[in-house]
């Protein structure tokens, strides 16, 4: 949490030192492939105990939020998303029948806009995981996985605008910053199309 707070009171910073501007904010829905890789140490450790038989796993989810865009000139911009995503993960233990992750995701993209309505983009991305293993095999057991997951990486993304729809497609790269002995995502790679209509929410120039 204090990561996105941190990059929300960076953008209103650079809000606050633009001359010409615009600000534009709307609904977003998106749907995203991810390929999660497994912590080394969690699978050898907890391989034989409860059957963990992958080290990486694909993961399809959609996922809604809310996009926050703001334009410095007609060349460049920078944009704000949070989404929310719920992830189940089905058979992939001895013990858990399925993983259930609430995903909460914020990324800060600065973009470069190039010929008419196109964007290419570069910035952060930050994920934080809350997974909630389904039990069927062990009697009062509680898995090491039952955790709250912090993740850091990058993203790149191209995008496209047609009046007020913006049309995006991310490549996302995150790691596992959480502090824990044995986690259960140690990484993973995400390709993320979605969709959003923007509202104008501020306009000025100086």
């Given at each position: 949490m204090k990561i996105r707070n941190m990059l929300l009171i960076g953008l209103f910073v650079l809000f606050s030192f633009t001359g010409y501007?615009?600000?534009?904010?709307?609904?977003?829905?998106?749907?995203?492939?991810?390929?999660?890789?497994?912590?080394n140490e969690f699978y050898y450790h907890y391989r034989a105990l409860i059957y963990f038989p992958y080290k990486s796993l694909i993961n399809n989810a959609l996922n809604y939020g809310i996009t926050l865009l703001h334009f410095f000139n007609k060349k460049y911009s920078i944009e704000v998303n949070s989404?929310?995503?719920?992830?189940?993960?089905?058979?992939?233990?001895?013990?858990?029948?399925?993983?259930?992750?609430?995903?909460?995701?914020?990324?800060?993209?600065?973009?470069?806009?190039?010929?008419?309505?196109?964007?290419?983009g570069f910035g952060v991305i930050?994920?934080?995981?809350?997974?909630?293993?389904?039990?069927?095999?062990?009697?009062?057991?509680?898995?090491?996985?039952?955790?709250?997951?912090?993740?850091?990486?990058?993203?790149?993304?191209?995008?496209?605008?047609?009046?007020?729809?913006?049309?995006?497609?991310?490549?996302?790269?995150?790691?596992?910053?959480s502090k824990y002995k044995y986690r259960y995502i140690s990484s993973s790679r995400s390709l993320d199309l979605s969709l959003a209509y923007m509202f104008v929410l501020s306009k000025k120039t100086k």
């Open positions: 501007s615009q600000t534009l904010i709307g609904p977003v829905v998106g749907y995203e492939i991810s390929e999660i890789k497994v912590d989404s929310y995503s719920r992830r189940k993960l089905e058979k992939i233990t001895y013990a858990a029948e399925y993983l259930v992750f609430d995903q909460f995701t914020s990324k800060m993209v600065f973009h470069r806009s190039f010929l008419k309505n196109k964007r290419i930050y994920n934080n995981n809350r997974i909630k293993p389904t039990l069927s095999n062990f009697d009062n057991y509680s898995p090491v996985f039952l955790q709250n997951e912090n993740h850091l990486g990058y993203t790149v993304a191209i995008s496209y605008q047609y009046k007020n729809f913006v049309l995006d497609l991310s490549y996302n790269d995150i790691y596992n910053i």
